[in-house]
């Protein structure tokens, strides 16, 4: 069956679907809660060191589809002005960046509307690095899951569950984006984990990489599951390695644009 043929199947799917995520949405509201009341005593035992997830987000910076993800025009300038402004325009899923359930499925959360409770939370790193090597197309799975768990405890409601394949390491080199033969080619979440997340209460999930599907998903279904259940992703995540696997707490810096769904992001964890 063709990719396009694919896709639309699980659009169609999605889309029939969306009484059970709106029930979804709903409970996961009520796990954002949760996970919002986790990171205040979390915050409490830091020791302040914050650690910036964001990369720096210029033409260069790689993207899905190729094209430049910011655009700069010189709108003011000092010799002329007396001040400096730049006309900046750049497309949402661009940079570190946040996925807001609109941008997969229709009556749901605009960025806009995230509840910012769900923007400060517990952050656990799941370390695929290992499988990444073996695999550039490597997902997290249920079993990397429950081996986390049995190695670290429970996984907080509400939390962030952030994927660290290693792929920050590749930033500036193709292989961030592409194989040898130009093929996407980037670690991701599987269905089927992200699915035990849902019925976790996690709240948001985020890739060191493009993409929350893997570089060689033929039907985004991770997009099309986790998104339309009410959650958001981050994708292109920086310096995880800088991070225990637990104790951190995530600030989500999402953009408050009308109707975005999504949008470049400054994301910064406390220890």
């Known amino acids: 069956m063709c990719n396009a043929c694919l ?3 699980v659009r169609r799917e999605a889309i029939s679907r969306r009484s059970f995520f709106a029930r979804s949405a709903a409970a996961g509201a009520a796990a954002i809660t949760a996970g919002a009341m986790a990171a205040k005593p979390a915050l409490a035992q830091s020791s302040g060191q914050v650690v910036d ?3 720096t987000l210029d ?3 790689p993207t899905f589809d190729g094209m430049p ?3 700069f025009e010189s709108d003011k300038d000092y010799e002329a002005d007396g001040y400096k402004i730049w006309k900046v325009t ?3 899923h661009s940079g570190t960046h946040i996925d807001a359930p609109a941008h997969f499925a229709p009556d749901t959360n605009t960025v806009d509307m995230l509840p910012p409770e769900s923007l400060m939370c517990p952050l656990c790193i799941i370390d695929l690095k ?3 090597a073996e695999d550039p197309n490597a997902m ?3 079993e990397d899951i429950e081996a986390f768990v049995s190695a670290n405890g429970e996984i907080p409601e509400g939390a962030c569950v952030a994927m660290n394949s290693g792929w920050a390491d590749k930033m500036g080199d193709a292989s961030y984006r592409n194989d040898g033969e130009g ?5 991701g979440f599987a269905k089927s984990a992200t699915d035990m997340l849902l019925d976790m209460g996690v709240a948001s999930i985020g890739v060191d990489t493009l993409s929350l599907d893997p570089g060689n998903s033929a039907d985004f279904a991770v997009h099309y599951s986790w998104l339309p259940a009410g959650r958001y992703g981050i994708e292109n995540l920086a310096n995880l390695d800088q991070l225990p696997a637990t104790g951190a707490t995530l600030f989500v810096g999402a953009p408050k644009h009308a109707g975005g769904t999504g949008g470049p992001a400054r994301v910064m964890a406390v220890v």
């Open 7 to 9: 896709i639309e199947n």
């Open 53 to 55: 997830l964001t990369w």
């Open 59 to 61: 033409p260069e910076f």
């Open 69 to 71: 993800g910011i655009m």
């Open 90 to 92: 750049f497309f949402e």
């Open 130 to 132: 290992a499988k990444a």
């Open 140 to 142: 997290v799975e249920p």
């Open 183 to 187: 093929n996407f080619a980037f670690p």
